[in-house]
């Protein structure tokens, strides 16, 4: 029986999955909806709860529930969820493992692998994470396509002739604008820029920050005399009203026992208008109309020669948007295709591909970034250590393999330092550093020995970098993944038996190794794995404690590692808890 693969679209705000079946993507619902919000938490008892059920326990119990966990994707953070520590590759996980689970209960069949999205704008680390957080949920990530190109082959996948199209990407937390060319069943990616930060959550934010600036000039409530819970409460609000607002001139936003004063409750009630809401995201969405041109100055394009703009991400919606790419490109938006659903479905269209399924369009790729590294050379006229030197242009269809020659500059040079830098500035020390190895034991020989570097960037746009010395061919390879956010073989392992654990509470993995609970190994392993990772983050976090707390985490600390030394598992308890308490604390 042939491989299932599923296109997913792991969202920001929202997430969903899709599958090619009968020659036609399908999303897959869970219960009524198509559409599962990207929102962790733990219920009363502690289970798990993905999707709907967590959103609405957020306003009631913020603590204990995550969102917008794409934005974090590619770093180090540490998320706090039921008192264990997690990466966020391990919170997208939890998500991932949910849509599979409902993939597999639409198929009747068990569901391995995976086609996922990620903003065409999403760095090497970022897209290295989430293939970490497929792999942690159980997925073969066979693929990583980017989101407009996504959404390119659910609008065009049956066009016939030539046609240039701009997709303007606009989601809960990140944006990114592709310029297209179709060539009958050819769909090729020439330009793409965004930004990794930028989405309807800011929107969202900008209504709270008016919704405080109310309470405080109306019934004086200060911004930090608010609950978490009332904040959450705010969030929920704002983000109704943008909704309303999408549709309607006014919203009536009514939010009661907000707050308590001196005994005294606080209600908060006052109505937004469109035109007001428009005024405080307007620089967000002229923004997005900059980074416009700036890919069709990289495709060496005008906005005349665009013949459609398609619009993908739920922030589309935003009248002022559509608006705006009215006027720009003097036609109105294409939004027939569902604009959080399009994704999902282009995603589901290029795994039918891979499986070998009949689909017409035929996928041509770009990188959205320059790769390159820094050698000695002059920079503003002067010598400088640090001069960028790129090898993978911008906007080069992938996958691409690039190769430039470097010289060594003293005699007997017996090794060689490889930068590998993301951007676009010639000063190397102003692009994003995202690698680093030695290349050792070289010739001992004349300065100008040559090393020739190779970068090669796969299909899922993640960066493979070789250097070679050329006379004896000694190399160096490594594949650039961000070591913060990457799991090693037993990091993988442990992390698959983690969020395994919270979906079926019965059996979980201990080191690959099936182990039932109740034999007292697992629950010896979490504690000791939970502790470690909360003294991890306390470390990171003693220069932000004021002195008294400061004081009070060092003996903490202490008191955690005495016990984990001496395998003291009793000890653990007390100090653990305490030392999680004052970590959510300096969190919030």
């Known amino acids: 029986m042939k491989d299932i693969i599923v296109g997913i679209d792991l969202g920001t705000t929202n997430s969903e999955v899709a599958v090619l079946e009968d020659g036609k993507a399908r999303v897959i619902a869970q219960g009524e909806s198509l559409i599962l919000p990207s929102f962790v938490g733990l219920d009363d008892n502690g289970e798990i709860l993905v999707g709907e059920a967590a959103r609405n326990q957020y306003q009631v119990y913020p603590e204990r529930t995550i969102k917008s966990i794409k934005r ?143 309470l405080q000039e109306n019934q004086g409530v200060e911004p930090g005399e608010l609950t978490a819970q009332a904040m959450a409460r705010l969030d929920r609000a704002a983000e109704a009203a943008k909704r309303t607002l999408s549709d309607h ?161 003293h005699d007997n040079q017996e090794e060689v330092i490889v930068n590998i830098y993301q951007g676009e500035n010639p000063d190397a020390l102003q692009n994003i550093k995202i690698g680093e190895f030695i290349i050792k034991g070289l010739s001992k020989v004349p300065a100008g020995n040559e090393i020739i570097n190779q970068c090669s960037l796969d299909s899922d746009g993640i960066l493979h970098v070789t250097a070679r010395e050329k006379k004896t061919g000694l190399e160096k390879k490594i594949s650039i993944d961000n070591a913060l956010s990457h799991f090693d073989e037993a990091g993988l392992a442990q992390a698959k038996g983690r969020i395994d654990s919270l979906f079926h509470p019965d059996e979980m993995t201990f080191e690959g190794e099936a182990v039932s609970v109740g034999d007292g190994r697992e629950g010896e392993h979490r504690d000791i794995v939970q502790a470690r990772a909360v003294v991890e983050k306390a470390e990171r976090m003693l220069d932000d404690a004021s002195a008294e707390d400061r004081e009070e985490m060092v003996d903490l600390i202490e008191a955690i590692n005495d016990a984990l030394s001496e395998g003291d598992m009793p000890g653990l308890e007390t100090p653990l808890e305490e030392l999680s308490e004052i970590l959510f604390y300096l969190e919030g």
Not at 107 to 135: C, H, M, W
């Open 249 to 409: 001139p006014f919203a009536r936003i009514e939010e009661e026992y907000l707050h308590e004063r001196d005994g005294v409750p606080v209600h908060l009630s006052l109505e937004l208008s469109r035109s007001d809401y428009e005024a405080m995201i307007s620089p967000f969405v002229d923004e997005t109309l900059q980074a416009v041109h700036t890919a069709l100055n990289g495709a060496d394009l005008t906005v005349s020669d665009i013949e459609e703009v398609l619009l993908v991400g739920g922030a589309t919606r935003t009248p002022l948007v559509q608006r705006l790419l009215h006027e720009e490109f003097g036609s109105q938006p294409r939004c027939e295709v569902n604009p959080d659903l399009c994704v999902a479905t282009g995603a589901a269209i290029q795994a039918g591909m891979i499986a070998g399924e009949k689909v017409a369009a035929v996928l041509v790729d770009i990188t959205p970034y320059t790769f390159g590294t820094s050698s000695f050379h002059e920079l503003d006229g002067r010598p400088y250590p640090y001069y960028f030197v790129p090898i993978i242009a911008k906007n080069t269809p992938i996958p691409v393999t690039k190769s430039e020659v470097f010289y060594t500059m």
């Open 72 to 214: 974090q994707m590619g770093s180090d953070v540490r998320l706090s969820l039921g008192g264990k520590s997690y990466s966020p590759p391990e919170i997208s996980a939890i998500i991932l493992k949910k849509l599979k689970l409902m993939a597999e209960e639409h198929l009747g069949r068990s569901v391995k692998k995976a086609v996922i999205t990620v903003p065409a704008y999403f760095s090497d680390a970022q897209r290295q994470a989430t293939r970490d957080a497929g792999e942690v949920a159980g997925l073969e990530v066979v693929k990583i396509i980017n989101e407009p190109t996504a959404a390119a082959l659910s609008y065009e996948s049956d066009h016939e002739g030539s046609k240039r199209i701009l997709v303007y990407d606009l989601g809960g937390g990140t944006f990114d604008v592709s310029v297209v060319e179709i060539e009958d069943d050819i769909i090729e990616v020439v330009s793409s820029h965004g930004n990794n930060r930028l989405g309807g959550d800011d929107f969202d934010r900008k209504v709270v920050d008016h919704l405080l600036e109310h």
